[in-house]
């Protein structure tokens, strides 16, 4: 009995670990083998180190909207092996834990301060307009937050001056871009595919649920 719970209890946040790092993974690779290419050939200027659509900003935000102060956990293994693929070799191991880490806290901790403000129930019904908005402003203060934080960590000398202003914005505009392009490809899969729509659970605001709970008790 004891074995089955204990089962039961990790089975789910590792099969989420296990699917969003593969998505994340995914996309990485698909950035860096194809359009971080594409780019370099056909948009020369552009910096090399900026991709103009990143898709791995797509994942991790739409994760993060989900999965909340999970979404670190479970997108870890995905970075670790997306580090390891793609990583800078100039970069000292603290920066590149610190990159990491930024990578993967940044949004959460933007969408739990969204939580905190806005007391809404956002993931219970994602037709609902005010979603869309909070994901939508999430991801562009996270993508300010993660660009200026990120640039700060590899040029830390530099930090201050008018070609890390434009490093800075193509960063921005390429995770926007990311995350347009996965929201795209996850609305067509859902809208092509009925079934999988039924079968996909999301997570709620406990406190919204809590308060609705508290007034429908009050009432006589």
Same mark, same amino acid.
């Given at each position: 009995? @004891? &074995? ?9 946040? %590792? /099969?989420?670990m ?5 998505? =994340?993974i #995914?996309?990485?690779? %698909?950035?860096?083998? %194809?359009? =971080? ?13 900026? &991709?103009?659509v ?9 994760? &993060? ?12 293994p #995905? ?5 390891f693929?793609?990583?800078d *070799?100039? %970069? *000292?191991? $603290? ?10 806290c @940044?949004?959460?901790?933007i ?5 905190? !403000? ?10 609902h ?12 203060? !996270?993508?300010?937050? *993660? ?12 930090f201050?001056?008018?070609h !890390?202003?434009?490093? $800075?914005v ?16 996850l ?5 092509? /595919? ?18 609705k709970?508290? &007034?429908? *008790?009050?009432?006589p």
């Open positions: 009995m @004891t &074995s089955g719970r204990l089962s039961e209890k990790f089975s789910e946040p %590792l /099969s989420k296990f699917c969003h790092s593969v998505f =994340l #995914g996309s990485i690779v %698909l950035t860096g083998e %194809l359009l =971080l290419p594409l780019q370099i050939n056909f948009v020369t200027n552009l910096s090399p180190t900026s &991709s103009i990143f898709l791995p900003f797509g994942i991790i935000v739409i994760v &993060s909207f989900f999965e909340g102060k999970r979404a670190p956990l479970y997108l870890l #995905g970075t670790i092996a997306g580090c693929l793609y990583c *070799t100039t %970069l *000292t191991a $603290v920066k590149l834990i610190g990159i990491m880490a930024v990578n993967i @940044t949004a959460p901790a969408f739990c301060l969204l939580d905190w !403000s806005t007391l809404c129930n956002r993931r219970e019904d994602m037709l307009p005010r979603a869309w908005r909070i994901l939508i402003l999430g991801g562009f203060v !996270s993508s300010l937050v *993660t660009s200026l934080l990120i640039h700060r960590i590899q040029h830390d000398q530099e201050l001056c008018e !890390s202003i434009d490093i $800075v193509q960063h921005i505009i390429g995770y926007m871009i990311g995350m347009v392009a996965v929201l795209g490809a609305i067509l899969l859902f809208r092509f /595919s009925p079934r999988l729509c039924r079968t996909t659970r999301v997570a709620t605001c406990n406190h919204k649920i809590r308060r709970h508290s &007034s429908d *008790t009050d009432e």
